[in-house]
């Protein structure tokens, strides 16, 4: 099953309530939590809401957002929740247990 | 339409982008066109990205010169041409070669200017990120 724009964008900002910028010709999302930056993504803002996109682009999108492909995918299409991906970064410390328990309370 | 020129600067000593094999000292103001060039320079899908080279986008006017040549690698999907590189985790999906090569300095540049403006609060890998994307290119 293909992933769309729309779904990206309703799960950056919904579900994970990355802060969203307009970056010249893209569209940038940030997880930022206790005033640090902790992963970012962007895409073309010309790839509209039933845009299918590409399994490489996914695949950078997750190095950015700092977990495997499959999870980031399975994130977006809401098969995993969010707190499966902050206890990932809390594994790999780029978060630690107040951002943590932050995050998991948004 | 993009709101960016991408200016393109050699030195003396190296060879203009395309196909004349000349020395040339410098070109100003070119943005696909020179694009195009850097991609037929090529005969694989890796372009070169050359010292000197000076991208500029006007709004926010800003500019970037490659103070360390780099490479961006090229793929063709069913969508388009994908542009990437080793030195950040950004993609770029254009219809040609050259729109992708463009898009990608485009983008890299934005990419390091946020990063720069927001360094006080990166993560370790964005942190990272930054610090090696600066051994490649530098603000102008």
Same mark, same amino acid.
């Given at each position: 099953?293909?992933?769309y724009v729309?779904?990206?964008?309703?799960?950056?900002?919904?579900v994970? @309530?990355?802060?969203?910028e307009?970056?010249?010709?893209?569209?940038?999302?940030?997880l930022r939590?206790? !005033? $640090?930056?902790?992963?970012?993504?962007?895409y073309?803002?010309s790839?509209?809401?039933?845009?299918?996109i590409?399994?490489?682009?996914l695949h950078?999108?997750? @190095?950015?957002?700092?977990?495997?492909l499959?999870m980031?995918?399975?994130?977006i299409?809401?098969r995993? !929740? $969010?707190?499966?991906?902050?206890s990932a970064?809390?594994?790999q410390?780029?978060?630690d247990q107040?951002d943590?328990?932050?995050?998991c309370k948004? | 339409?993009k709101?960016?020129?991408?200016?393109?600067?050699?030195t003396?000593?190296?060879?203009?982008?395309?196909?004349t094999g000349?020395?040339?000292?410098?070109?100003s103001?070119?943005?696909?066109?020179?694009?195009n060039?850097?991609?037929?320079?090529e005969d694989?899908n890796?372009c070169?990205?050359?010292?000197?080279?000076?991208?500029s986008?006007?709004?926010?006017?800003?500019?970037?010169?490659?103070i360390?040549?780099?490479?961006i690698?090229?793929f063709?999907?069913?969508e388009?041409?994908m542009?990437?590189?080793?030195?950040?985790?950004i993609?770029?999906?254009?219809?040609?070669?050259?729109?992708?090569?463009?898009?990608?300095?485009?983008?890299?540049v934005?990419?390091?200017?946020?990063?720069?403006?927001?360094?006080?609060s990166l993560?370790r890998?964005?942190?990272e990120e930054?610090?090696?994307?600066?051994?490649?290119?530098?603000?102008?």
């Amino acid at each position: 099953m293909g992933i769309y724009v729309k779904d990206l964008k309703h799960f950056a900002t919904t579900v994970l @309530q990355c802060e969203l910028e307009n970056d010249g010709d893209h569209v940038r999302y940030t997880l930022r939590v206790n !005033s $640090k930056d902790i992963a970012t993504f962007k895409y073309s803002r010309s790839w509209r809401g039933n845009f299918q996109i590409p399994e490489f682009i996914l695949h950078k999108q997750a @190095q950015s957002m700092h977990c495997p492909l499959q999870m980031w995918k399975a994130l977006i299409q809401e098969r995993v !929740s $969010k707190e499966v991906y902050f206890s990932a970064l809390l594994k790999q410390e780029l978060i630690d247990q107040v951002d943590f328990e932050t995050l998991c309370k948004r | 339409m993009k709101a960016m020129i991408l200016y393109l600067q050699e030195t003396a000593s190296t060879k203009l982008y395309g196909t004349t094999g000349s020395v040339t000292t410098s070109i100003s103001y070119v943005d696909l066109r020179i694009a195009n060039a850097i991609v037929l320079a090529e005969d694989t899908n890796n372009c070169n990205i050359r010292e000197g080279v000076v991208i500029s986008r006007l709004t926010p006017q800003v500019s970037a010169k490659v103070i360390q040549p780099f490479s961006i690698q090229l793929f063709l999907s069913e969508e388009g041409y994908m542009a990437v590189s080793n030195l950040c985790n950004i993609c770029e999906l254009e219809k040609t070669r050259g729109e992708a090569v463009r898009s990608y300095l485009y983008s890299l540049v934005s990419e390091f200017v946020w990063l720069q403006k927001h360094e006080e609060s990166l993560s370790r890998p964005l942190q990272e990120e930054l610090n090696r994307i600066r051994t490649y290119i530098r603000m102008v």
